[in-house]
């Protein structure tokens, strides 16, 4: 990847002329409960009221869009068990491009549903014996398809920038932005986005107390790889940041902070209980880490990227119920 160019603003900017009109402008929310609390002008980008419930669909739909004929005609494959495969069969689906979806054999039957639901092929593998990327590259290779992958891709990353663009052209510039961070597709994207509208805000990435690889890398100055994280944030399990992001995230963002998982139930009871949203468990990283630093927001006006709301409604319940 080294000789590709990094991502920046001005591809920001393109992705979201580009998705415009597939994507939903997501709404910015206030709580007057929060804003006493922190002392503090607090605003929330809700991308759990993105199309298939997550930011994610930005990405993908950037990245089908720049196919050319040869590539959408043949189709895309991408392994995921998430909202990376809901946002690439979302996407294909509207562009009328094949799409095969990777996922594991045991992926919860809701996701997989909601995938074939979009019309993708689903190939299922055993997580224990097989290496999912190896399959993806294969399906590739065999029948000249274009591998779309979650975080470390240009045009994902572009694409996911488009949020927190949305949010500072909204909101105007801001001190601090909080985002959740996985592999760092949303956080990279984001921190291009605020370091060019509002470049004296304090950009933080926030990731699962239970895997703080983001963090270890950031400060040791080189990608930790670690074991798939046990958190409920699963979202962002990832085992380590990509070749793309990291730099990006060496260059502009401030510094990488955790949460725990209590905190982040903590987290999801505020929206559910005050502001009568669902945000599911990764999508809270931001807000639950911001809460712990409250002190420290006190006179500043702050952003949250609030990911997803994607959750099985009774793992929701349960979670909720403690
Ligand atoms: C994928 C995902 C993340 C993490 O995004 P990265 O680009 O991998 O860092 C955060 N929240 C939700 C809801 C996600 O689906």
Redesign the pocket.
């Known amino acids: 990847m080294n000789e590709q160019k990094l991502p920046d603003y001005g591809d920001v900017v393109a992705a979201a002329e580009r998705i415009a009109g597939y994507a939903n402008r997501t709404p910015v929310m206030t709580s007057r409960t929060v804003n006493e609390a922190f002392g503090a002008e607090v605003f929330f980008k809700c991308?759990n009221f993105q199309r298939m419930g997550?930011?994610?669909f930005r990405?993908a739909m950037n990245a089908l869009l720049q196919f050319t004929p040869a590539q959408r005609a043949a189709g895309v494959v991408a392994f995921s068990s998430?909202?990376?495969a809901q946002a690439i069969a979302l996407s294909a689906k509207l562009l009328g491009i094949p799409a095969t979806i990777v996922m594991p054999l045991d992926a919860p039957a809701v996701k997989v549903t909601a995938t074939k639901g979009y019309g993708a092929k689903v190939v299922t593998y055993d997580r224990y014996t097989e290496d999912r990327e190896q399959i993806g590259r294969d399906l590739a290779q065999k029948y000249g398809l274009t591998l779309i992958p979650?975080?470390d891709h240009p045009h994902?990353i572009a694409g996911?920038g488009t949020a927190a663009k949305e949010l500072i052209e909204e909101v105007g510039p801001l001190d601090a932005l909080f985002v959740?961070?996985?592999?760092?597709?949303?956080?990279?994207g984001s921190a291009l986005a605020a370091r060019h509208l509002s470049p004296e805000c304090a950009i933080y990435?926030v990731e699962p107390e239970a895997g703080n690889d983001g963090q270890q890398s950031f400060r040791s100055g080189k990608i930790v790889h670690i074991d798939t994280p046990k958190t409920i944030?699963d979202?962002?399990q990832?085992q380590h940041l990509g070749a793309i992001?990291f730099p990006l995230i060496q260059q502009n963002v401030d510094d990488i902070l955790t949460a725990s998982d209590d905190e982040l139930i903590a987290a999801m009871t505020f929206f559910a209980e005050r502001m009568k949203m669902v945000v599911?468990p990764?999508?809270c990283?931001g807000f639950a880490a911001a809460r712990a630093r409250k002190a420290a927001l006190q006179g500043k006006k702050v952003g949250i990227i609030v990911?997803?709301?994607?959750v099985d409604i009774s793992r929701y319940a349960a979670l909720l119920a403690g």
């Not at 959740?180 to 990279?188: A, D, P, V």
């Not at 990911?307 to 994607?310: A, E, K, L, R």
Request: glycine share 32%; hydrophobic share 25%; with cysteine.
């Open positions: 991308e997550a930011f994610k990405g998430g909202n990376h979650p975080y994902v996911q959740c961070l996985g592999g760092g597709g949303l956080l990279s990435g944030a979202g962002a990832t992001t599911e990764t999508g990283l990911s997803g709301g994607n």
